[in-house]
């Protein structure tokens, strides 16, 4: 008797299913592009042109993933918003050296590719580009039957930008008397979700859905704008390590930052989280966002223009200012 022969996918790779998905990107990616994408998705590499305009251009690059708000995703069978945390998480790091978004790659893997699926986590990722004004150029699709249990997959994304040498925003110039504006997050973004599901059972996600999968805001063009309007010392992207992390790492080591707490209204979840966790304070500013997605140092006496030209694109505060120190956020 022969010996029965053995294919890819009896091993529980569906190389059809994959062709099928990337002919699906391939179409729907080419929405994201314009003049300076040369090759895109379906070859082995993806080309795209540096803009012109540049006196001398630097290349920026950000890696990040959505982490366990995924498992939240899964549950729910809602995968069409973690797309848009995918690039935000990246695209938001880009933006804090001034840096225009470029291009966006993304790696997709799952124990077994389901294409209803995949469509749905790539619309938030092109929609994700769409509002960072950037073109999905590439990415990676992995299938690995009995590493990933049923109907889980992970996600990671890459992010190139651009900015002229002598536009860097890197936050050497910061000093005393300069103030702090902070842009509103749409909620808990993609951080400190390992907490949040220890905090908030399974049985209560579908009712919370709309706030624990709510995507994280991208600010790329409102930063984008900013620049071009005012003089901008520091930004720092709120992500985990909330403010009392983040915002040090764009610091001179001589350099304080106090944050006023009552400045801006503490959304809801954030509240519900410390009380039902009986979380300390200290520990809520450095695991969640608190309300706020992105720190934005400028000079004292531009404050306030700066402030009113933010609101037309953001919910935005003053929530601070900088003062002598060393290098470190101070609650008051």
């Known amino acids: 008797m022969a010996k029965k022969q053995i294919t890819y996918e009896d091993s529980g790779v ?44 630097i290349l920026v690059s950000c890696t990040d993933g959505v982490g366990t708000k995924l498992k939240i995703a899964f549950e729910l069978n809602k995968n069409d918003t973690v797309g848009i945390d995918l690039v935000a998480m990246s695209v938001n790091d880009l933006i804090t050296l001034g840096a225009k978004p470029l291009f966006f790659l993304d790696y997709l893997a799952t124990g077994k590719l389901k294409l209803g ?61 300069d103030k702090v504006i902070g842009l509103a997050s749409s909620g808990l973004h993609s951080n400190g979700y390992s907490l949040v599901r220890k905090l908030i059972k ?18 790329a063009r409102t930063v984008s704008a900013l620049i071009k309007e005012f003089n901008i010392k520091g930004i720092a992207h709120i992500t985990g390590g909330g403010l009392l992390e983040n915002v040090p790492r764009i610091l001179p080591s001589n350099i304080n930052i106090n944050i006023e707490k009552n400045s801006w209204p503490l959304p809801w979840i954030f509240k519900h989280l410390q009380k039902v966790g009986n979380i300390p304070e200290k520990e809520m500013y450095r695991t969640f966002n608190m309300g706020i997605g992105m720190v934005i140092v400028v000079p004292g006496k531009q404050a306030d223009k700066a402030l009113k030209f933010l609101r037309k694109y953001e919910k935005a505060y003053i929530i601070g200012k900088a003062v002598k120190g060393k290098q470190a956020v101070e609650l008051i």
Not at 126 to 148: N, R, V
């Open 117 to 177: 699926q995949a469509k749905e986590v790539i619309k938030g990722i092109i929609e994700g580009c769409k509002i960072s004004d950037c073109a999905l150029i590439g990415g990676e699709t992995a299938e690995m039957p009995d590493f990933y249990q049923t109907n889980e997959y992970d996600l990671a994304g890459f992010a190139v930008g651009i900015v002229d040498k002598d536009k860097v925003i890197n936050g050497r110039t910061i000093k005393a008397g």
């Open 14 to 57: 569906n190389i059809k299913e994959a062709d099928r998905f990337v002919d699906y990107i391939t179409k729907t990616a080419k929405k994201t592009y314009s003049g300076k994408v040369l090759s895109g998705i379906g070859g082995f590499a993806a080309a795209s042109m540096v803009p012109k305009g540049y006196k001398n251009p």
């Open 202 to 219: 399974p049985k209560q996600w579908k009712k919370l859905a709309g706030i624990l999968l709510k995507p994280t805001r991208i600010y």
